[in-house]
């Protein structure tokens, strides 16, 4: 099956989550941009398979874009499904939070919309080598960069056991941090985990069976901690909004899609950050300097419809956040 799956067209293998709310709400952003004479430029920062990327393209003939992954085999398959429009496309090996340095080694300025995928792609999960998925045995790998950086096997390896509690609790939020941190450092000192299944088995066997009816997989949490841990995904998705609302000139948009609430919570906190007067308590006038950057645009989180998920279950937990800029940016 997973050799079906790698022969088939890229285009086929990757259904975009929430893809047509997204370009709808990055539209206006790109019209901004033309009314002011300005060429349109998007990022998508997490290009992934390139399935958003290509439906811009397609949309707005005018667009340029720049697409950013860490991900070297992604991005070689992302180049492979645009090159019709290889003429206004820059890829990019990169993290998403080196926004800025991208955009001053390609010449440009500002950009007029940005979109963020966050989390595994589904090209990481499909590919078993890769370790990042719990249902089948694999390497114990889950870079999503796998050129460089510490692997899952090194961290279960060799993290103390406070440090391993420390993520899974944090990371993951496990409530079994302790029972699990303390069975895999037992279980190492006979044999170093090498593969998932091993790290399966060890979990399986101290998360109560109770606790999984009502929770899912057992090591779902774990993964996921693991997997936060070794990209460090949290810290960079801490710089990465910051950089991004950075970049956006006037009028231009920001949507991100997150899959648990520790992403959400950093996105939402950026974006009502910048939303709001930071103008002194009591202060009887509001200066130009206190205004707000940015302008929210989706009421809280929006969510995809059942057909939606029926069509990518994985698109179930995602969590879309999207604003505007209001205010020109302090550069321009």
Known sequence: MEEQDAAKPTSERHVPVLKDRCINLLAPGFEAARKRGATPVAIDATLGMGGHSEAMLQ???????????????ALALAGARLEPYSDRTDLVHAVYDEIEDVLADLGIPEVHGILMDLGVSSLQLDERERGFAYSYDAPLDMRMDTSRGQTAADVVNNYSE???????????????????????????????????????????????????????HPAKRTFQALRIEVNEELDVLERAVPAAVAATGMGGRIVVMSYH????????????????????????????????????????????????????????????????????????
């Open 261 to 332: 609430s520790l992403e959400d919570k950093i996105v939402k906190s950026v974006f009502q950050t910048g939303s709001k007067s930071s103008a002194p308590l009591g202060f009887p006038v509001e200066l130009e300097e206190h205004k707000p950057d940015l302008k929210t645009i989706t009421k809280g989180t929006e969510v995809p419809t059942a057909a939606e998920i029926a069509e990518n279950p994985r698109a179930a937990s995602a969590r879309l956040r999207a604003v505007e800029r209001i205010k020109p940016r302090r550069d321009a």
């Open 162 to 216: 406070d440090e391993l509690v420390r993520i899974i609790r944090k990371w993951g939020e496990e409530k079994f941090a302790g029972r699990i941190a303390n069975r895999i450092v037992n279980a190492r000192a006979d044999k170093p985990f090498a593969t998932t299944g091993e790290l399966v088995e060890q979990i399986r066997s101290v998360v109560p069976a109770a606790a999984a009816k009502s929770g899912g």
């Open 59 to 73: 949309r707005f003939p005018d667009l340029h874009l720049v697409g950013i992954d860490r991900d070297e085999e």
